[in-house]
């Protein structure tokens, strides 16, 4: 009755917290069979955002980093997160979305991870779920957390219920912005395990605000069986907290975490020599911030407004638009400040600060939010008076009558290539443009396992070919020996 289960984010949200999605297949593929021993009831390998990362950034294929990890952790589902599109700001065909479901489950994905920014689960979420199943994927539906007037137990509970009747496998809440308090669980907690029909509830927090180690804690006592941790240094700052901290804590207040914390430590002392070589960011505790709980702008985002503006060269005016993105949530009915919410509430509130008025100029997408393209409901929670401003809009008139095309696969391969386009680079090419895609095949080549200096020959040898000014280089230990020359193929 007091084991504890353990979701791994390791190799999905935990370095998409600090690494900004960094982590090659390479940093992954050394320690898979160790992480596949320690006992997680599930393991974060990748979402659709890393698709863009791993072509645009990475060069690598997102697809064989799932074949190739699939492959190394037999035991453990590995799992995979999305909304209901696999584009983060646009409406995914269902023919597509079908095909994406099916083509996951074939490489390797065992569960998915879904949820709608909203919490509307009437809107595309039915069809996902049935599509999911129907690929035989374990579906986790996602209930996300937010702090706002109309974010209530009552909710919440709600949601619950709409979660149960979709007959989703798992039910858990994502805090995304790690908003939660240990005082706020004290009723939230139960209120979701006393409407989830006895599906399994897991909990998903950051460290944003520096409490969700104690509201980990906290749930736990509440009943909470199943919570999501990372390994550290890709635990805390801004990615979820410490499996090592966690379980140490759960063991002293009598629970048992179903893990073997032994077969950690290697796999921790990986991570931190890659982060150490290659400039990388350490997690860390970091201090409590109650501005978080004001605006609510993710660390992410934050960083690419700090960017955005300092190539405006108005980088001064970023503690406006904080101020702004508070009115601008309130006026569109407190949206979830997450993608791609978040990304419409900022680059809305950017465009007022710098317009000098409210709404007198408007994005497309907070156009089609107020329209309600994005959920009937998200859409009627916005100000009357701001969604009459908006609506009177000439560009609002243009995109009142269009909806979401749903074009058939053939029509969609016919478009992108021909029948000679193979399923999974189809759905590359639906994601990301095909020039990108070749960019990255004519420079990707077989993936490369980083190789750290728990292989001392290796780093060793990996560091002498680094020095310009040796020409010969001899290594001799028993009865190993190799000479490497510059310009002398070995």
Request: net charge positive.
């Amino acid at each position: 009755m007091n084991e504890v289960y353990f979701v791994d984010t390791t190799f999905r949200d935990s370095h998409a917290s600090l690494w900004a999605e960094g982590m090659t297949t390479g940093m992954m593929l050394p320690v898979a069979s160790k992480m596949d021993q320690i006992g997680f009831k599930s393991m974060e390998l990748i979402a659709t955002s890393h698709f863009l990362k791993c072509v645009r950034e990475l060069r690598e294929d997102p697809w064989e980093r799932i074949r190739l990890i699939s492959k190394r952790i037999t035991k453990t589902p590995l799992a995979l997160m999305m909304i209901h599109s696999i584009n983060a700001f646009e409406l995914t065909p269902f023919s597509v979305i079908k095909l994406w479901m099916e083509r996951i489950a074939a490489n390797g994905i065992k569960r998915v991870q879904l949820m709608d920014s909203s919490n509307d689960l009437s809107f595309r979420v039915p069809e996902c779920v049935q599509l999911a199943k129907d690929a035989g994927l374990e579906v986790v539906m996602a209930l996300i957390y937010s702090y706002s007037p109309r974010h209530t137990d009552e909710h919440y509970a709600q949601k619950t219920r709409d979660a149960v009747k979709l007959n989703v496998d798992v039910i858990y809440l994502k805090d995304s912005g790690g908003l939660l308090t240990p005082e706020r669980v004290k009723t939230l907690i139960p209120v979701i395990l006393k409407n989830s029909n006895s599906i399994p509830v897991e909990l998903h927090s950051h460290c944003t605000t520096g409490l969700a180690p104690l509201v980990y804690l906290e749930a736990v006592k509440l009943g909470m069986k199943t919570i999501h941790t990372a390994i550290p240094p890709l635990a805390n700052g801004s990615s979820q907290p410490s499996i090592l901290n966690i379980s140490r804590n759960l063991r002293f207040l009598g629970y048992t975490p179903t893990i073997n914390e032994e077969a950690i430590k290697p796999i921790s002392d990986h991570f931190r020599y890659i982060a150490k070589k290659e400039g990388l960011p350490l997690g860390a505790p970091i201090e409590y911030d109650y501005y978080q709980y004001i605006h609510q702008v993710p660390g992410g985002v934050i960083s690419n407004l700090k960017h955005q503006l300092s190539g405006l060269r108005i980088g001064h005016r970023l503690e406006e638009v904080l101020e702004e993105v508070v009115h601008v949530r309130k006026d569109l009915g407190h949206p979830i400040m997450v993608t791609p919410f978040s990304q419409f509430v900022v680059s809305q509130a950017a465009m007022n600060v710098m317009v000098g008025e409210r709404y007198k100029q408007v994005s497309d997408e907070v156009i089609k939010y107020t329209l309600g393209f994005w959920g009937k409901e998200a859409g009627s929670l916005v100000d009357a008076n701001v969604k009459d401003s908006i609506l009177s809009l000439p560009r609002a008139k243009e995109l009142s009558n269009w909806e979401p095309p749903q074009p058939s696969i053939k029509e969609i391969r016919e478009k992108l290539g021909g029948p000679g386009v193979s399923d999974d680079e189809l759905l590359l090419r639906f994601i990301i443009q095909e020039e990108e895609i070749k960019t990255m095949r004519s420079v990707a080549g077989p993936v490369k396992e980083y190789f750290t200096a728990r292989s001392p020959v290796v780093a060793l040898i990996h560091e002498l070919l680094k020095q310009k000014d040796s020409n010969y280089i001899s290594i001799r230990k028993k009865d190993f020996s190799m000479i490497l020359k510059k310009g002398t193929k070995m």
